[in-house]
């Protein structure tokens, strides 16, 4: 079974339209992580934030958002007032801690994420 | 601070061959991590190390497959005898541990395999 679920493959937008991304984990830790990651074109995966699971607090930087609601297991990404530079493939991931005792992200699948002029 | 670097960015090998990817972390940043990743799909971990000690090891690395980090700074990767399914970007990443952001790990721009 998929630890992160990211449903939608593909998502096309006009500019300056609102879109979110969403995303879905499974865990039976109490403590565990979660992040956002962007991967333009060039293929470098730039992280965009870190969640950790006592903060429920949503948190806003700039035009982007996140929503995370542990009732129903889902960490969104609301990107506001889309730009074609927002053209990227985004990854939630699900970091638990292995039985060692380390931390290691999963990755969902990825949305690819398409904003046309 | 350069972030993670990793070379080469592209190969091309012939089915059988051996191949080799290096990677340079942030600077002292403790732990490093390599990750595979093929098109369509998100990154799968492969491997971790913290300083020298190799912790942990993904089913993904076939025999095939060894991961080194002789000094605790830089890091290899070799494939040897590669086939047609080890073709793919090679993601490594770094992250320092014992700081708050310590579970936050950082990628370089990956090494992309094609194996014809």
């Known amino acids: 079974a998929q630890k992160v679920t990211q449903a939608q493959t593909e998502i096309s937008v006009v500019e300056k339209e609102d879109v979110t991304l969403d995303c879905v984990y499974e865990t039976r830790d109490t403590t565990y992580y979660l992040f956002w990651y962007k991967q333009p074109p060039s293929g470098e995966l730039v992280f965009l934030i870190r969640?950790?699971?006592?903060?429920?607090q949503n948190e806003i930087s700039g035009r982007y958002s996140w929503n995370f609601q542990k009732s129903t297991s889902s960490f969104n990404f609301t990107i506001t007032a889309s730009q074609v530079v927002d053209s990227a493939v985004y990854f939630c991931?699900?970091?638990?801690?292995?039985?060692?005792?380390?931390?290691?992200?999963?990755f969902g699948r990825g949305t690819s994420l398409i904003v046309h002029p | 601070d350069t972030g993670v670097s990793q070379n080469p960015r592209h190969k091309i090998t012939k089915r059988g061959q051996n191949v080799t990817f290096r990677c340079d972390p942030i600077?002292?940043?403790?732990?490093l991590y390599w990750y595979r990743q093929t098109l369509g799909q998100g990154p799968e971990f492969l491997t971790y190390f913290q300083n020298e000690a190799q912790l942990e090891k993904s089913r993904l690395l076939s025999d095939r497959f060894s991961a080194e980090r002789p000094k605790g700074s830089f890091s290899t990767l070799e494939i040897q005898r590669t086939e047609q399914g080890d073709s793919a970007m090679y993601l490594c990443a770094s992250s320092y541990e014992g700081s708050a952001s310590g579970n936050t790990i950082y990628f370089g721009e990956g090494s992309w395999l094609t194996v014809v």
């Open positions: 991931a699900l970091s638990e801690a292995l039985s060692g005792g380390s931390y290691i992200p999963t």
């Open positions: 969640r950790n699971s006592f903060d429920e």
């Open positions: 600077s002292e940043h403790n732990r």
